[in-house]
């Protein structure tokens, strides 16, 4: 009995360090009142990344959507890549007509 009764005392512990823990780091972190969302701006990406999408297509039907086409996409929406090539994702697909190939469109 006396060895329950310490385990709960812990977790009661436990969870009174974390909640003050929580709140005082929580008031640390809120800063000013002057900061607004308008003046705090983040700053350009410093590294490329690389993102994907599946083009969707299918075996024995030459179908799928094309690189130029998602590149467009990019463009309209006001997005710089620098490279734009077809991949595939790496993962095994049965052969069969109508199942899926794999293929996505990768850019830098």
Known sequence: ???KQYFQWRYVVLFLSVF???????N??????SLTAEKVRPGPVDRQLKI???AQS????NDGIPLKK??????AAGI????AQRAYDGMAY???CGGATGEINVFR
């Open 94 to 96: 049965p052969a069969v």
């Open 20 to 26: 003050c823990f929580n709140f005082l780091s929580v």
């Open 80 to 83: 710089a890549f620098t490279c």
């Open 58 to 61: 299918t075996q024995c039907n």
């Open 1 to 3: 009995m006396k060895n």
């Open 28 to 33: 640390s972190y809120a800063g000013p009142a």
């Open 70 to 75: 998602m590149a467009e996409e990019l463009r």
């Open 52 to 54: 994907f999408k599946y």
